[in-house]
């Protein structure tokens, strides 16, 4: 297979995915936008020109989004076509009874008939919660227990994929893929596989490079989406990065942004786009929709993409080996 088959082009504002469907490469990140924000974030994001929104069943805001994706189209600033909406499968809901009705809940909530991509959020079932008992059900099975933890179900990842398959078929969703996989769990999934993968979220950012997987990608067709595209900021809050930590006060990024005229953040979010990525950067700040979207008028030159790459140091701060054991008393790695 050719190796560049998904890598972007330095101006180009879509990535291409298997089958052909193109994906705009810069989308709004909707993980802990509070609901009373969502609907407007939506409304001024279109206006401001996003058309990739990065929506979840776990996010607890679908509904939020959904009223603002009704507003936007009933005003016809763009049309449903024009949008890419995804949606990522709960960990609850890997059996493979339970994967329609996880996708009709996030389209009911959405308000729309499709998604343009629909996601396995983490390779790690949980045991299922009916949806009218708690939705969306996050980590832990029953919080009320005297010793609240996560439960593990086992389902293979191969009888998931295969309920994913069929909601293409089923013209519920119109591209699939996955989150958080390695090349091996990727590897095995391609072997029982009808269609493979179109897509693999991962976090990426200087700190978290992950070349191995990005070429793995590559030469296997997968495109890919780089989450926390921004580093530590998003994990700050949740005790899970220190402050010391932040990609964009590295001077090398500062110094690059000075030579452009642009950004720390516009410079790591560039970074990840001119390397063949998308990137779904979060803000809750209606002030800084503009600034992550304004990504290719500029571009970075072999040697300052190396600097940026060289600051890696495989910092994960999205990992369940550590925050699923601290937060819900079970420790469950997937990396190692
Ligand atoms: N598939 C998965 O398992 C998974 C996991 C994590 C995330 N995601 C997706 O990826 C999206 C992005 O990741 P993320 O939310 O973790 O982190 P992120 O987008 O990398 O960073 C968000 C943080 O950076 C701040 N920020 C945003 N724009 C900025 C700018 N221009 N300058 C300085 N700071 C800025 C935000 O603060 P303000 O809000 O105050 O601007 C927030 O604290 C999520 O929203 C979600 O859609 C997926």
């Not at 067709?221 to 932040?246: C, Q, W």
Request: hydrophobic residues 40%; proline residues 6%.
């Amino acid at each position: 297979m050719d190796e560049t088959a998904t890598m972007n082009r330095p101006q180009e504002t879509t990535l291409e995915l298997r089958g052909g469907a193109k994906m705009p490469a810069v989308g709004l990140g909707l993980w802990k936008i509070p609901k009373p924000q969502v609907a407007g974030l939506v409304e001024q994001a279109v206006s401001q020109g996003y058309r990739h929104l990065d929506c979840a069943a776990d996010y607890g805001n679908e509904a939020e989004v959904g009223e603002g994706l009704e507003r936007v189209l009933q005003a016809g600033r763009c049309r449903r076509e024009e949008l890419w909406i995804t949606s990522k499968l709960w960990n609850t809901y890997h059996a493979a009874e339970h994967v329609r009705p996880a996708v009709e809940k996030s389209l009911q909530d959405l308000r729309l008939d499709y998604l343009d991509l629909y996601l396995i959020h983490f390779p790690i079932a949980l045991r299922y919660v009916p949806f009218d008992e708690r939705y969306p059900p996050e980590w832990i099975y029953d919080p009320e227990a005297p010793e609240p933890r996560m439960e593990l179900a086992s389902v293979p990842i191969a009888e998931t994929w295969g309920a994913m398959e069929q909601l293409v078929r089923d013209g519920l969703v119109r591209n699939i893929g996955v989150c958080n996989f390695n090349t091996a769990l990727l590897r095995d999934l391609i072997a029982s596989a009808t269609t493979a993968p179109a897509m693999l979220q991962v976090e990426l950012h200087p700190y978290l490079t992950q070349e191995k997987l990005l070429r793995f990608c590559q030469q296997q067709g997968i495109a890919v989406t780089g989450f926390s595209p921004l580093g530590a900021g998003s994990y700050l809050p949740l005790g899970m990065a220190s402050e010391d930590e932040s990609v964009l006060s590295e001077s090398v990024v500062g110094e690059i942004a000075a030579a452009h005229g642009k950004t720390a953040a516009q410079v790591v979010l560039r970074w990840g786009v001119q390397r063949g990525t998308a990137v779904v950067p979060k803000t809750a700040r209606p002030e800084r929709l503009a600034e992550n979207l304004d990504l290719f008028d500029f571009e970075l030159s072999d040697s300052e993409m190396q600097s940026l790459t060289n600051l890696n140091r495989n910092r994960r701060f999205n990992d369940p080996g550590v925050f699923c054991e601290s937060a819900f008393g079970t420790f469950c790695p997937i990396y190692e």
